[in-house]
């Protein structure tokens, strides 16, 4: 049997907001990629390490799926999860979907997927389905990996049956906008204070500012760190600048929402984090050149500057969340209806 259904594939760069567009497009609901994650206070840091670890993690944004859940409530999106232990119930309930016309979001483990360019196991993926035959299920992912792909229904399951950190039970989900939705510009301010706030007042010193900071005192001795400096820091460069973990990609997405909004609201609060976070967007990709670079030479003075900018980052987004805070005890006049 095939099923499939007709969507909108839009070149996109994060994982998270790929699957949200195509799910809202199709209910008609078309918002930039910036937008998507902007209104879900999608901006985050966390740096995190133990000792079972290969290698320090660090994330750019929030936790996988809240980032979805944040935003279903700023729209007033219906939001109808699907979790469960069993591989058969979970693959019912999306082809049901699917059969009725109805594109899905699926969570999984990006590694299983017969087309994914990395080798590194990521139970916090998503990505949107809007097909099947006997054999294939079709996907639509990043830019990065390919837009529009396909995969084999068997390697969907092992992706969607994975255990491990950042895992989903056969994660599905599906949304719906509502009749009569609050306006998605006058949700601008609150997601903007509410990602704000929690950058600037994070619970543990890993997060936020703090965990710029704390990432910035230990990339300097990353080459310490693992026994493979030529394998683990250019693979951990490589994915700041392209799935966003620590650093440039969200930054850019940040960066971006926030140029749209000063075209919507004229506040020097937020004329301000968008200068910031324009700046510290370049200086996210400057880190990792830096790091992939001492990765290659051995050279430990990269770290040091690495560091050093990290530091410097810390302390810009600091200011910059500052001011995008006081958004929420002002009224900016709205340039656009």
């Known amino acids: ?35 998507l ?40 999106l219906e939001l109808l999860v699907q979790e469960t232990t069993s591989p058969r119930k979970a693959w019912d309930t999306v082809v049901a ?9 699926l969570q999984l483990d990006s590694y299983y997927l017969d087309y994914f360019g990395s080798e590194v196991h990521f139970g916090g993926h998503v990505l ?54 609050p306006s998605p510009h006058s949700q601008i301010i609150p997601a903007i204070t509410a990602c704000a706030d929690a950058f600037l007042n994070p619970p543990i010193a890993n997060l936020g500012h703090r965990g710029i900071e704390k990432a910035g005192k230990a990339v300097r001795g990353w080459l ?9 820091l250019p693979q951990a460069a490589l994915m700041m600048e392209k799935a966003g973990t620590g650093g440039a990609l969200f930054r850019n997405l940040y960066r ?3 140029a749209e909004c000063t075209n919507l609201l004229d506040s020097s609060h937020l004329r301000t984090g968008y200068t910031l976070y324009a700046e510290a967007a370049g200086l996210w990709s400057e880190t990792a050149a830096l790091i992939k670079k001492a990765g290659e030479s051995g050279n430990a003075r990269c770290l040091v500057q690495a ?22 005890s002002e009224t900016p006049r709205m340039i656009h209806p």
């Open 256 to 258: 971006d929402f926030l």
């Open 1 to 35: 049997m095939t099923a499939v259904i007709d969507i909108d594939a839009r070149g996109t760069q994060h994982c998270e907001t790929t699957a949200l567009g195509v799910l809202l497009r199709h209910q008609g609901l078309d918002l930039s990629e910036p937008m």
């Open 128 to 181: 949107a389905m809007y097909g099947y035959d006997d054999h294939n299920a079709y996907l639509v992912d990043t830019d990065q990996q390919g837009g529009a792909v396909s995969t084999t229904l068997t390697s969907l399951a092992q992706a969607r049956a994975a255990r491990g950190p950042m895992t989903a039970k056969h994660r599905s989900f599906t949304l719906t906008v509502s009749r009569n939705p």
């Open 37 to 76: 994650f902007g209104l879900g206070s999608g901006l985050s840091f966390i740096y995190w390490d133990r000792r079972n670890m290969d290698f320090p993690f660090l994330g750019g944004r929030v936790k996988p799926f809240d980032l979805t859940r944040k935003l279903a409530t700023r729209l007033g």
């Open 97 to 105: 979907s699917i059969d009725a016309g109805h594109p899905v979001g």
């Open 224 to 232: 310490q760190r693992t026994d493979a400096p030529q394998r683990d």
């Open 307 to 328: 560091g050093s900018v990290l530091g410097d980052l810390s302390r810009m987004e600091r200011e910059a969340m500052q001011a995008l805070s006081c958004l929420g």
